[in-house]
């Protein structure tokens, strides 16, 4: 992620930075960043996503797409925004798909 083309490179070194995102698995989208508690596909779609603002600034969304959590003006607010609102017992990322962390966390 940090050298990819497909999102903002300051917010991918923000999110990074952050212990707690950074034990999850990131994946990008349209320009968008996630994070996903699974390392496969499907990913898990349980917290919130970060898009870049036209104009700047970004989005903090999700974790659906029809949930807004608001704009933020810096990439160290967007990420501040997310780490708020991760799920209980969210990381390290699970090796397998979001059936297969299911299916884990159900057997607990």
């Known amino acids: 992620m940090l050298s990819s083309d497909r999102i903002d490179h300051e917010l991918a070194e923000a999110a990074y930075a952050e212990p707690r995102l950074r034990q999850l698995f990131p994946w990008s989208g349209m320009w968008e960043l996630h994070f996903s508690r699974c390392t496969e596909h499907p990913p898990t779609w349980d917290i919130p996503y970060i898009a870049p603002l036209k104009?700047?600034?970004?989005?903090?969304?999700?974790?659906?797409r029809a949930e807004v959590v608001g704009p933020a003006p810096t990439v160290e607010a967007a990420v501040a925004m997310v780490v708020e609102?991760?799920?209980?017992?969210?990381?390290?990322?699970?090796?397998?798909?979001?059936?297969?962390?299911?299916a884990s966390e159900e057997s607990r």
Not at 85 to 102: M, Y
């Open 85 to 102: 609102r991760l799920p209980p017992r969210c990381g390290p990322a699970f090796l397998g798909n979001r059936h297969e962390l299911a």
């Open 55 to 64: 104009g700047g600034g970004f989005l903090v969304a999700g974790p659906s």
